[in-house]
């Protein structure tokens, strides 16, 4: 005798999730994937990055290069020169902390040092220096600082005279300028890219590459290139342009950079403290054709 046969109710079928969500499951999981990867190489190559390295002129010093710079160096705040070729150098001017007014008095290195006058400091910011060599040969250093934007309180940084001194580099001689005589804001400084032979020079950044690319005419020639700093390395390159004497082309990352552009082209360092742009002066240096600390021309 059989037994009976039970069936089971059916119940209703479970519900498919719709195939549009899958999807964008997927999807959102892929973004997420790729902005992770994307984090992941930008903190790997900000680790590895490094600025590029050059031989130092200061070490091995070139004669062949003519002429003089001066720079600020940002650690003991003092106006420096030195010859293009790598050396001598010395300090011409040391600016002390504060905006003053007064004669210089001697500082501990030899230079002058910019003194406060008594009672007469001011604590405002300073923004500077701008460094200009003038046609006699001498180094004009200009002080400004940050000044009260008046009744119309107009956006923008606001820059009032500070102080300036003209040095004699050769013989150390400073010269005060009077008040009246201060110039109202800062000049602008012109950074010739275009030489006497009409040979252009340019600071490029493409493709993962920033390079300093020199057309003469004929087609461009790349001088120096590497690969571009990311964007928290806090590194600045530029803007490179030709001395003087248009036979050697400075560039500052930080470090003063002469680029000599033969075929190979070479990068070495003349200084490694110079402080890179500011607002007041781009680039913070100065170069001339002179060579005032050798006696050569």
Known sequence: MSSPVTVQPVGPRPRRRPRWGLM??????????????????????????????????????????QGTVAYFAAGPRCVRVVAASGQPEKDALCVGDQVTTTTGAPATNGATRAAPASGATTATKEMGPQLVWRSDGRLEITMFRVADPGADRSPGLHLAPGWQKVVDVVTGQVQDVPSSDLPAEPAQLPAP???????????VTTDGQTAVVLDAGAGARTLLSFPAAPPDANYQFGPAFWAPTGDWIAAGDGRFLIITPTDPATTRVLRDDARAASLVSSPEFAVTDRNLLTGAG
Not at 39 to 62: C, G, K, M, N, Y
Not at 193 to 203: P, Q
């Open 24 to 65: 964008a499951a997927i999807a959102i999981g892929a973004v997420l994937t790729v902005l992770l990867v994307t984090v992941v190489v930008e903190v790997v190559t900000a680790d590895r990055w490094a600025p590029p390295a050059f031989p130092s002129l200061a070490a091995q010093p070139d004669p062949t290069l």
């Open 193 to 203: 890219t275009v030489n006497a032979a009409g040979e252009r020079v340019d600071t």
